[in-house]
Each structure stands twice: as structure tokens, then as C-alpha cells.
């Protein structure tokens, strides 16, 4: 009965919403009401939906997506999938948050060459690293530099230093690669501790400095917006930084999967190797890129084909990647067991090895094209 609702006025001024919210949040299918008047077009909302409207509220306030509001309203109750929810987007503003300190600690820096002219331009620090470590890192990014001169950004290797480690980046906007060491700040050099330092190192002066790694114990390295310096073993290299600001990799670094496989390297390998594929194009000049679908089963079952494989109401997750990428992944990777994280055909597909949460390489989905 009408008189056991609430029109739309009475559900705003009982939940907090406004009623163009409520009629907004109406039509984008997240929350409705319990009935319509057919000849007015009045809406009127049921007494249980004023919990969920209050709830809504504080959500929208917190920033969670209207999608995952749909979700977190429609969840089960007691299946636990509104919680989960909730602390993954709890996870994502923490993150932000500390994302934020870090570009502000930057922030700072360039503030303080402003008001200060006659100090040094470009901060740098001086770190001690085991050239083992270094060059492992190295060889885990290396592979994944752009090369294309439209985006010069992308041609070096990122080299972040903060708290005692040094984060390595690198990607061409089609796969990116993380590794990391840990290193020994040099007495007296650098600046204030825990301020974060960066500089990309062009893909020429990385090959220079990774061919000085081997063979010795410990490598002196130098990192400052405009420099950058490795000593090891009695030779020393260094060059100018590219002078660009780099993306924001810290946001593609955290990806959420539904689906997790183990396998050992040689087993992915052999899948890959074997699968056939579909020639698409490349943006750029050169020859046609190998795509492939791999598909995980409900059981971890791992395939691959050249389109999308067989449909089992759900179960399957595929995702469409470049075969020759993906190779040189597994080849950058240096580890035997292989764990692979997938979110879905449109979120990146993550490499990494068992428990080596600050090394691993992604790679973006490839859309294949409806025709082809």
C-alpha cells in the first residue's frame, strides 16, 4: 500500500539523498524504486529500501564506483561479496593516499628549487647496490623499453629510489615490467632519508651499465633528475636522464584478479609456442602481430587458441595477448615456477614469480577486432 511508502521527496529526506540523486541513481539502474505509478510516474520506495539508500549514501561519499555500488546492493547477504568489496576499495584509497605523499614529497623538492634558485637544481643520491641484484633487476625491465620516438618517455628505464630500495620501471604502452633491489644510501650524499629520487635512464646507458655488472661484488650508483652514475669493478658510466615526467605506473602496478594459475615457465612456454595464432597489425611500421586467446578453465586449465575458445556459461576467462610478448616475458622473468594473476579480457595479464611481489611484468590485452 502507498501509505507503507515513501514518495521520492520523503526517501530524500529521510536517506540523505537528494532527489535528483535519487532519480539519477534510478536511471543508471544502481538504485530504483520499489514501484512506479503507471499514470503519474511518482516513484515510491518500499520501508526496507531506506537502509539501502542510507547505504548508498555513504558509499557514493567514499568514492566507491557506481558499478561496485550496484554490486555491493545487489551481494547475497552472508556470502561475504559486499565485504570484499568494500576492502578492495578500501585497499585502492590507502594506496592512493600513499601514492599522493610520495608525488608530494616530489612536490616539495621542486618547490624548494623555486624559492631557492641558488641551491642545486637536480637533488641526487648516491646508494650502494649488489650488482647481482642490480643486474637481475635489469634483466627482469629491460625488455619491456619502448622504442617508438613519439613517446621518448618511454625509451628509458624509470629508477626510483626510496626508503632503502630501488624500484626499476619500464614499458612501451603494450606490457610493463617491475623489478626492485635494496639498497645502502652512501654517507653524506643525497638528500633528506625517505625522500623518493628519480631519474630515466636512456636504453643505451642501461645496456652500458648492466655489460659493467658483471663480475663484481657492488656497484655505486648515482640517481638524480638529471644524472645519472654507476661505478663497479674500477670503470665507471654515466649520462644525462631523459628529461620527461614519467607515468603513473603505481596505479596499472595494482591489479586485481579473479583467477590466479601456477606453472612451471617450461609448461607456459610450451603452450605458447605451440598455439596458433591470429596475425593483426601493428600501430606502427613492421610485421603483423602473433595474437592468441589464452584460456583458464574453472580448474586452472591453461590453453591457448587463436579466437575465442569454447563457451561454458561463464566458467572459461580469456584474455587475447600478443604471443611474442608474452615470450619475452617468460624469458625476462629468471624463475622456473610462474604464477599468473588475470582480472578478465580487458585487465592486463600479470607474470610474476611465486612470492616476488615487487618483480613481475604485465601485459595489455589485445583487442581483436569483430571481422578479423
Do not use: K
Not at 507503507?4 to 538504485?31: K, T
Not at 542510507?54 to 555491493?72: D, S
Not at 655488472?213 to 658510466?237: D, K, N, Q, S, V
Not at 649520462?239 to 603505481?250: E, F, N, S
Amino acid at each position: 500500500m502507498e501509505s507503507d511508502m515513501r514518495s521520492i521527496g520523503e526517501m530524500a529526506g529521510d536517506s540523505g539523498l537528494p532527489v535528483s540523486a535519487l532519480r539519477f541513481y534510478d536511471g543508471a539502474g544502481v538504485f530504483g524504486p520499489a514501484r512506479v505509478d503507471p499514470r503519474t510516474g511518482y516513484r515510491w520506495y518500499g520501508p526496507e529500501q531506506l537502509a539501502d539508500a542510507r547505504l548508498l549514501g555513504r558509499l557514493r561519499r567514499v568514492g566507491l564506483p557506481l558499478a561496485e555500488i550496484r554490486l555491493v546492493l545487489a551481494a547475497v547477504p552472508g556470502s561475504g561479496e559486499a565485504h570484499r568489496i568494500v576492502d578492495a576499495h578500501l585497499r585502492r584509497l590507502e594506496d592512493g593516499l600513499s601514492d599522493a605523499r610520495r608525488e608530494l614529497s616530489f612536490v616539495r623538492a621542486l618547490l624548494d628549487q623555486r624559492e631557492h634558485p641558488m641551491s642545486p637544481n637536480h637533488p641526487e643520491i648516491t646508494v650502494t647496490v649488489a650488482a647481482a641484484e642490480l643486474a637481475a633487476a635489469l634483466d627482469a625491465v629491460r625488455f619491456a623499453v619502448g622504442g617508438d620516438p613519439a613517446h621518448p618517455v618511454l625509451t628509458g628505464v624509470l629508477f626510483e629510489a626510496e626508503g632503502g630500495r630501488l624500484q626499476l620501471v619500464a614499458t612501451d604502452r603494450y606490457r610493463m615490467a617491475f623489478a626492485s633491489a635494496p639498497v645502502r644510501p652512501s654517507a653524506g650524499a643525497g638528500p633528506a632519508a625517505g625522500a623518493p629520487v628519480a631519474v630515466i635512464v636512456p636504453a643505451a646507458l642501461v645496456d652500458g651499465a648492466r655489460a659493467l655488472l658483471t663480475g663484481c661484488a657492488e656497484a655505486l650508483l648515482t640517481i638524480g633528475p638529471a644524472r645519472f652514475a654507476l661505478e663497479a669493478a674500477g670503470h665507471r658510466i654515466e649520462g644525462a636522464g631523459l628529461d620527461h615526467d614519467y607515468p603513473d605506473y603505481r596505479r596499472l602496478a595494482r591489479v586485481e584478479h579473479t583467477r590466479r594459475v601456477e606453472i612451471s615457465a617450461a609448461a607456459l612456454r610450451r603452450v605458447v609456442s605451440g598455439a596458433d595464432v591470429r596475425l593483426l597489425p601493428r600501430e606502427q611500421d613492421g610485421p603483423d602481430r602473433e595474437v592468441m586467446v589464452l584460456t583458464v578453465g574453472p580448474e586452472g586449465e591453461l590453453s591457448a587458441t587463436p579466437g575465442a575458445g569454447r563457451d561454458t556459461a561463464g566458467e572459461d576467462l580469456q584474455i587475447a595477448v600478443d604471443r611474442e610478448f608474452l615470450l619475452d616475458a617468460l624469458g625476462a622473468g629468471g624463475s622456473e615456477q610462474l604464477v599468473l594473476e588475470l582480472g578478465g579480457p580487458i585487465a592486463p595479464l600479470a607474470i610474476r614469480g611465486p612470492g616476488r611481489e615487487d618483480a613481475f611484468s604485465l601485459l595489455m590485452p589485445v583487442r581483436i577486432p569483430e571481422a578479423a
